[in-house]
């Protein structure tokens, strides 16, 4: 039996997870990491449950192939989610779930894992999408990933930390 949407409507309340429904079948959310603030949406259609996070950066062209080695590499270390350029060159961050029968336990799974790896890793792409100097920690021979600073947040633009959007 196909999962509905009534079904995720009631998978948020019992998760108490906050989220506003945009469309029948769209539902806007986020989360606070310890390393950012994450907004996410999570779409049903009639063969897949998506639970997406865009990265808030525009790629800066200068940026882009060492952002695009760091996606293929880092795609190959995630597990149960994936990254992906959109048609507008925009990076997301998505888990996929057959939608035949998704159950309140897959769901949380889908949140916590985008989530969470969302708050892992956005800083850092947001570093290598705006500053062609910046290096992957996923080039080969790099030392371990520091901790991002606690307390980032940009969900706006992407462009400028919220405190200083107009």
């Given amino acids: 039996m196909p999962t509905t949407p009534e079904q995720i409507d009631e998978y948020f309340a ?8 945009r469309e029948p079948t769209l539902w806007d959310s ?11 949406i999570v779409r049903l259609t009639e063969r897949w449950l998506y639970v997406n996070a865009l990265l808030p950066a525009k790629i800066h062209a200068d940026c882009r192939p060492n952002l695009y080695e760091h996606l293929l590499r880092l795609n190959f270390v995630l597990n149960g989610v994936k990254l992906f350029l959109d048609g507008d060159d925009d990076v ?10 998704v159950t309140v336990e897959d769901f949380e799974t889908a949140l916590y894992a985008v989530c969470s790896n969302a708050d892992r890793h956005f800083v850092e792409l947001i570093r290598l999408a705006t500053d062609p100097t910046a290096v992957s920690s996923q ?24 405190e200083s959007q107009g």
Wanted: aromatic letters at 12%.
């Fill in 14 to 21: 019992k998760l108490d997870w906050p989220y506003s429904k």
């Fill in 30 to 40: 986020g989360y606070i990491g310890e390393n950012f603030r994450v907004r996410f």
């Fill in 92 to 101: 997301t961050l998505a888990m996929e779930l057959p939608a035949s029968a």
């Fill in 139 to 162: 080039k080969p021979g790099q030392p371990p990933e520091e901790p991002a600073s606690p307390g980032v947040d940009w969900s706006g633009d992407g462009t400028t930390p919220p």
